[in-house]
Nanobody, 124 residues
């Protein structure tokens, strides 16, 4: 099982970034993919997740209205489109996979497989 994030970088406040999570090693359509982020010294937090089976999505309040998660089963890729970025969005972003649907929404403990992360930095 492998998840590889890409698309992080430096962006000005108000700008946009698109993160991608390329997955391999498991049946893509049977899994849910979540995006999480972590700032040094703070707990990892869930921000969005999607079911590859039926397209169900779930967002944290901090992401709703600004971020969009989508899934492409042909490319085995899940994308997180982030708009109107704020300085508080600065973090390392991780994608994670869980068979079916996570037992608890946007919970770190509900996901079994993780990528290595990609840094997103939003400057003022």
């Amino acid at each position: 099982v492998q998840l590889v994030e890409s698309g992080g970088g430096l962006v000005q406040a108000g700008g946009s970034l698109t993160l991608s999570c390329a997955v391999s090693g498991f049946p893509f359509d049977d899994f849910a993919i979540g995006w999480f982020r972590q700032v040094p010294g703070r707990e990892r937090e869930g921000i969005a997740e999607i079911s590859n089976r039926d397209g169900t999505t779930n967002y944290a309040d901090s992401a709703r209205g600004r971020f969009t998660i989508s899934s492409d089963s042909f490319k085995n890729t899940v994308t997180l489109q982030m708009n109107d970025l704020k300085s508080e969005d600065t973090a390392v972003y991780y994608c994670a996979a869980e068979y079916g649907w996570p037992a608890h929404p946007l919970s770190v403990d509900s996901y079994d497989y993780w990528g290595q992360g990609t840094q997103v930095t939003v400057s003022l």
